[in-house]
């Protein structure tokens, strides 16, 4: 999969848990200041994510994971 | 074999309801981000109450909508974790300010999934003949295990009490108790801590929210298949009571779009083991499930530990 296909996919789960706009979703973004995703919406974005591309996201990971881009870099290193 | 039924609910809230806005006031934090990510607009906060005085005043509704008189009962299980006193226990503070004569009585502590846990120690104590009317409370007072100055708690738990009374069916009577399906999860025993003497509760709120979100559905769903009840008769779903967004995370795969679902936190907060009970106990007084229509209750939370059953509405 590649990067843009992994930030595709995000995008996907992120209209669906937070009902951001796919169009704002790019590696850059913050998950908190830019997509407006709360600590909640995290864990249900990273379970969704987990279903969707197969890989395993602990919960200590989870803080880790700020940018759309990060999220990108552990599931394409993880898949 | 004869299973178990619950007759009447009943249940005690203190009288002083505090707002999100009162709390704005001992911590940052506001009414809309409280209302976003728990879905608690009001809690009730004891004043002198115990917890053994909100669990009699529950018990006690509970014991008069039954139509049983205290002479009756001869098991009393109290679900709790936030019992200041180790002796005498709730449950025998309970019996002996009702007039309860010699019941066997003790209290159980499961934390959040408290009441379903003694739901199906009751059910299991009746089919066995050790019992064959029982009084089951859940009864918590968190305000006296809550930091006051911390607002990722703070604005979370609350104090309560409900009850039901349940008693052994005829042989003939399909049970009104379903299987409990219970069990926890040892591993993840740091998420939610009570620990120490006068103690503060604490929690891992991503990692409570990921398991409940997660974990439990498929539990509740075992519930009723053990019920032999399809998820799509179930008149209402009750949930321990531990944060809006959780309690539509599991509802949402349950699948039950016909079913009602408890959402007592917006109005009592988070009680704890008293919180499905109080749900059931409303619902049950405002008549919005018909008698006989099966319930799936669930409980989840410090342990973690989790229990749950389908029940027949009283």
Redesign the interface.
């Known amino acids: 999969m590649t990067r843009d296909e992994i930030t595709a996919g995000l995008a996907e789960i992120l209209e669906e848990v937070a009902g951001v706009n796919p169009d704002d979703v790019a590696e850059g973004k913050s998950f908190t200041d830019d997509l407006d995703v709360?600590?909640?919406s995290?864990?249900?974005v990273?379970?969704a994510a987990e279903e969707k591309f197969g890989v395993k996201i602990p919960?200590n990971e989870?803080q880790n994971l700020k940018t759309v881009g990060d999220a990108v870099s552990y599931i394409e290193a993880q898949s | 074999m004869a299973g178990s039924r619950i007759v009447a609910m009943g249940h005690y809230q203190p009288s002083r309801v505090v707002t999100n806005d009162e709390i704005a006031q001992m911590v940052d934090t506001n009414d809309e981000w409280i209302r976003d990510r728990v879905g608690i607009v009001t809690r009730r906060i004891a004043g002198d109450e115990t917890v053994a005085d909100m669990a009699t005043a529950a018990a006690g509704k509970a014991l008069a909508n039954s139509g049983l008189t205290a002479a009756d009962i001869d098991l009393v299980v109290v679900a709790t974790c936030s019992s200041a006193d180790r002796s005498p226990n709730v449950a025998c503070r309970v019996a002996a300010k009702l007039g309860i004569n010699a019941p066997a009585a003790f209290d159980l502590n499961t934390a959040c999934s408290g009441f379903a846990y003694a739901l199906g120690t009751v059910d299991h104590a009746i089919r066995a003949g050790a019992a064959r009317n029982a009084i089951v409370v859940g009864a918590e007072k968190l305000s006296d295990l809550t930091d006051w100055t911390d607002r990722s708690t703070c604005i979370i738990f609350a104090d309560g009490a409900g009850a039901a009374v349940v008693t052994a069916t005829a042989d003939d009577e399909p049970a009104g108790i379903g299987p409990v399906v219970w069990g926890s999860a040892p591993e993840k025993s740091d998420a939610v801590r009570i620990e120490g003497w006068q103690p503060y509760i604490t929690q891992e709120g991503q990692s409570v929210f990921r398991w409940a979100t997660t974990a439990i559905a498929p539990l509740a769903l075992q519930a009723c298949e053990r019920a032999g009840v399809h998820p799509s008769e179930l008149a209402a779903f009750v949930p321990h009571q531990a944060n809006a967004r959780i309690i539509d995370g599991i509802a949402k795969r349950l699948n039950i779009p016909d079913a009602i679902i408890a959402k007592d936190i917006v109005e009592s907060g988070n009680t704890s083991a008293a919180s499905i009970p109080l749900a059931l106990s409303k619902l049950v007084e405002r008549r919005e499930v018909p008698s006989g229509a099966p319930v799936l209750l669930f409980g989840f939370g410090g342990g973690l530990t989790y229990a749950g059953q389908v029940v027949r509405c009283p």
């Open positions: 709360d600590s909640l995290m864990v249900e990273v379970v919960d989870v």
